[in-house]
């Protein structure tokens, strides 16, 4: 079994790094990372906080969009463009069996994004650091924020490997990727601002919202970091990290659960693909 998901693993780590997916998404971090923390310097002196919080906090809010949509384009054609080529069948129809050709997909391009995330972040963490130092609390933030990423980056890659699994055409995933991704990372939060200003300050606002909040896996990442930086500037939905009704971990509670949702329903989907 392990020798048979290391052969999917290798293969499919090699087409991203082919195609030039993991150089890719560090550059992309690297640069907004470093943008963020060099532009933003001078609001350390007058917040009391240092270059590597205050980037860290700035970062959650942009790794919710640039994280999730890096890993659905890894992923969306991982089974569709294999059905269409024909090669998922010559797959199948060797003794691999099918959940382990799901689970060496998804630890592949797992890995391709925690390379990314990884090398990128530590890239810029230790520039930022070197140009103008650092402290205890700024190195906690920075870690919370490089291992939430690479799980916020896990769930969306399971959920890209699912979406392919389900939509089983190149065309058909791709829109289903980018459609995902309006809706948890953009549209989810317009219509939960759209509900509080409905409601005020009733039921909804005080019962509802936090657990709406939370479900969402982006939102759950962001508030995990953003609960602890006291001294990193928030407002709107992430002001809410300091004041909803249960711990930071709970966020990391929900990113571990979708991502056992997007596993269970992907290996699901592929024993029943028909190549």
Request: aromatic share 10%; glycine share 8%; charged share 10%.
């Amino acid at each position: 079994m392990t020798h048979r998901i290391a052969t999917i693993f290798a293969q499919e780590f090699r087409l991203a790094r082919r195609n030039h997916w993991v150089l890719l998404a560090t550059l992309i971090l690297t640069l907004f990372a470093l943008a963020l923390g060099f532009f933003g310097a001078g609001q350390g002196a007058g917040l009391k906080a240092d270059v590597l919080t205050l980037t860290s906090a700035s970062l959650a809010t942009l790794s919710v969009y640039l994280i999730p949509l890096i890993a659905l384009l890894m992923s969306y054609d991982a089974f569709a463009g294999e059905i269409e080529r024909g090669a998922l069948g010559l797959t199948f129809a060797t003794p691999v069996r099918r959940w382990e050709v799901f689970a060496g997909k998804l630890l592949a391009q797992v890995v391709a994004v925690a390379v990314a995330v990884s090398l990128s972040f530590m890239l810029a963490g230790a520039a930022l650091a070197t140009a103008f130092g650092t402290s205890p609390e700024g190195l906690s933030a920075w870690a919370r924020l490089v291992v939430s990423a690479v799980g916020l980056g896990a769930v969306f890659v399971a959920v890209g490997l699912m979406l392919s699994a389900f939509a089983a055409r190149t065309a058909r995933a791709a829109a289903a990727a980018i459609g995902t991704w309006l809706i948890l990372v953009v549209l989810y939060d317009l219509a939960l601002l759209g509900g509080i200003m409905a409601s005020g300050d009733g039921a909804f606002a005080t019962r509802v919202f936090p657990w709406l909040v939370v479900a969402n896996p982006a939102d759950a990442f962001r508030l995990y970091n953003l609960a602890a930086l006291d001294a990193a500037p928030v407002a709107g939905i992430d002001g809410l990290a300091r004041t909803l009704p249960f711990p930071p971990e709970t966020g990391l509670a929900a990113i571990a659960l979708w991502l056992m949702a997007a596993l269970a329903l992907g290996i699901y989907r592929t024993k029943r693909i028909v190549p």
